[in-house]
């Protein structure tokens, strides 16, 4: 069936250090990948999202890559901060289903 | 405030008893969903539903039931619960009912156990 895998589950950083988290998914009908965080306690919320017509797409720390031909997309934080840490989630998807990662949780140490 | 409102935030229930999970949002949404998430295993799609009377199952709709009779309230219904339905259910809700056109708003969650 469909499958979006992502890596790492886990990952520490320095403050001020870059952050990359990458997703492959299976379905190539895909042509919608968000990304969504989750802090603690809380429901997922949006952060950046990037449609198959695009290869890249950044909001200011905030940068997004997608590779339809090898199916697979990131994300990367550069300068980080102690605020990003959360639960990162990627997402891809069609008109009425998006397949979830599995999750990265990102810790960054002051 | 534009929100997705979830009931109850946490439950301890038994096996069998049946229990109701509400959702509501307050921003004319068509798209709802319900997802459940574990440890490992990230977000799974229960049931969506793509309008009012239209719902349709996700990826692991086994134990679970929807209703969508008005825009706003999507519950899920456990008939008869079990232990591996221990969970973190959230309801999320669209502008438009293609998800690929907009933001999925989440709520904070209902964190369910089943003794």
């Known amino acids: 069936g469909e499958n979006v895998e992502q890596h790492p589950s886990t990952l520490s950083v320095q403050e001020g250090d870059s952050a990359v988290i990458k997703c492959t998914y299976s379905?190539?009908?895909?042509?919608?990948f968000p990304w969504y965080k989750q802090e603690l306690g809380k429901g997922p919320q949006l952060i950046i999202d990037?449609?198959?017509?695009?290869g890249e797409k950044k909001d200011q720390r905030i940068a997004v890559t997608l590779n339809k031909t090898a199916k697979h997309f990131s994300l990367h934080i550069t300068e980080t901060q102690p605020e990003d840490s959360a639960v990162y989630f990627c997402?891809?998807?069609?008109?009425?289903?998006?397949?979830f990662g599995s999750g990265t949780r990102l810790l960054v140490r002051p | 405030e534009a929100q997705v409102t979830q009931n109850p935030r946490y439950l301890i229930t038994v096996t069998g008893k049946k229990l109701t999970v509400t959702c509501s949002q307050n921003m004319n949404h068509e798209y709802m969903s319900w997802y459940r998430q574990d440890p490992g295993l990230g977000l799974r799609q229960i049931y969506y539903s793509m309008n009012v009377e239209v719902t349709d199952k996700g990826d692991v709709p086994e134990g679970y039931k929807v209703s969508r009779k008005e825009k706003r309230n999507f519950p899920l219904i456990l008939e008869s619960p079990s232990p591996n339905q221990t969970s973190l259910y959230f309801c999320?809700?669209?502008?438009?009912?293609?998800?690929?056109?907009?933001?999925?708003?989440f709520g904070e969650g209902s964190r369910l156990t089943v003794l």
């Open positions: 379905d190539s009908a895909s042509n919608y």
């Open positions: 990037i449609r198959s017509n695009v």
């Open positions: 997402a891809a998807g069609g008109s009425y289903k998006l397949i």
């Open positions: 999320a809700s669209s502008l438009s009912n293609r998800v690929n056109t907009g933001e999925l708003f």
